[in-house]
């Protein structure tokens, strides 16, 4: 159990919220496509904070204006990876932005067991540190349970 | 084809002879000013607010800036003919009353950019704020606005890093970035700095801040702070699997200190260094090099700004500052809260904001922009609200700033009465609860209190903010604020 004050990982924008309804995410994603925006969905069991590729679950849905499509999307990618990190991000390429616009967590396994903290002393006081997820040790897809 | 050049300038004397006849002319009469001047694309333009002295023709004191701020000296000096000098010359070309304050009027001065070091803030300053501001036939002068060419633009680098790569590095996207600055600002030891770091890191912020003063004292010195600092944002980015960082306030005696305290950040791996505005331009650049060879994100902490920049009749206005501080490359720049405890009006504020973000800004009068000026791709700057705001007015800096801003709540985290991890808790949930519910369609500005004293309801760290300081504001009259009322859309 992760000790600080939501007890899980806090990456994304609202995981210090109640975690979102479908109803919620989809108000959500329609804010997204009314800015233009293309939404994709990436999955892992490896959420370490420098993990920056997730796997794709498809392509980013460029031609997709409806929440409902991508809610199904959803839904199918729980279904096969219940137990996995799953993150909705929003894709604005918007000539000096083309970057992710929004980016937040829609499904996480049960339990997160967090990172440790691996301190290297090497030099005078000088440390060099190695932050390591307690269940990446484990082979990928066996992470969290099946 | 005649060009501007070849026109002469009304009032100037065109007589080769009686114009470099040794003694004093007007100003005006050497060339400084010319009413039918258009400015050339590669020209840069000031629009500066001026009040001369009783008696001073404003038309003819325009003429002393453009000269003053160029090649003139007070005399008439006939090597001057050594050089294509009518090309030198700056070009006052028009002069306007300012609305509602008389004995000011606005002028507009036009430079070559031959007058310029590519690439240099240092030497564009120089000349432009070099010695106008102390000319006594003005008693005061403000430098309000400036239009740079493109073709000076890209002999810049700009920010090293750049708002959109910063939140990539960061992984934080669809928010307002969370901080705080460390307080008390003076005293604390270096593992005592160390505690407030990991607190209000664990609690929810993204980044935590040195406070402009903390350089290297008696009570810490620099080299403490960097390891303690850099142990609370390791153990906490473990603790919440995000991206976590410090700013470490390199600014010291020399560049060379400032050098090496870079280099120790960047070993212990910190993602960010600060440095203070008072360390000066020439500085500023290469501390903004030495990030960009070293994947460092720079923070630029405005220290000593409002010496110059907070009275309208006499400074530089601080859109001029962050127009160079963009240029110069920095990646974070203090720019104001409209809301908190520091000087700036909500429009005028919101002005400095589109100079760091947009790609383009448009003329926009009532937020104190001029000028159009083209960035030409350079990089965007992420502005920084810091200074006596609370989670209380979430949904007004929301509102007022969006999303790409760092929100830095410094007593608003640590001053919380169940401490630093909860006021940290109070901040982020108020920011996320309101990102959450503007994007929903929600009408923040209005709902604001309501949407917050709801999240309140699931969050007792955020309900304890909201009973200590819900009803805070400093609501004081700004003393910078645009000359031009805010006209209502002629169609909605």
Known sequence: ?146 | MATALDTPAAGAITDQKKRYTAGVLKYRQMGYWDADYVPKATDTVCLFRITPQEGVDPVEAAAAVAGESSTATWTVVWTDRLSACDSYRAKAFKVEPVPNNPGQYFAWVAYDIILFEEGSIANMTASLIGNVFSFKPLKAARLEDIQIPVAYIKTFKGPPTGMIVERERLDKFGRPLLGATTKPKLGLSGRNYGRVIYEGLKGGLDFMKDDENINSQPFMHWRDRFLYVMDAVNKASAATGEVKGSYLNVTGATVEDMYERAEFAKDLGSVIIMVDLVVGWSTIQSMSNWCRKNDMILHMHRAGHGTYTRQKNHGVSFRVIAKWLRLAGVDHLHAGTAVGKLEGDPLTVQGYYNVCRESYNKQDLPRGIYFDQDWCDLKKVMPVASGGIHAGQMHQLLDLFGDDVVLQFGGGTIGHPAGIQAGAVANRVALECMVKARNEGRDIANEGPEILRKAAQFCTPLRQALDTWGDITFNYTSTDTSDYAVTPAASV
């Not at chain 1, 997709?64 to 604005?92: N, Q, W």
């Open chain 1, 1 to 146: 159990m992760m000790t600080n004050p939501t007890g899980r990982v806090t990456q994304g924008q609202f995981s210090f919220l109640p975690d979102l309804t479908d109803a919620e995410i989809a108000l959500q994603i329609e804010y997204g496509l009314r800015k233009g925006y293309a939404w994709s969905i990436e999955y892992t069991d490896d959420p370490h904070p420098r993990n920056t590729y997730w796997e794709m679950f498809g392509m980013p849905m460029f031609d997709l204006k409806d929440a409902a499509g991508v809610l199904l999307e959803l839904k199918s990618c729980r279904s096969t990876f219940p137990h996995h990190y799953i993150r909705l991000m929003a894709f604005d390429s918007t000539r000096n932005v083309e970057s992710v616009a929004m980016s937040f967590i829609v499904n996480r396994p049960a339990k997160e067991p967090g990172f440790s903290l691996i301190r290297q002393e090497v030099e005078g006081r000088h440390i060099n540190y190695t932050i390591k997820g307690h269940a990446a040790d484990a082979p990928e897809g066996e992470r969290y349970g099946a």
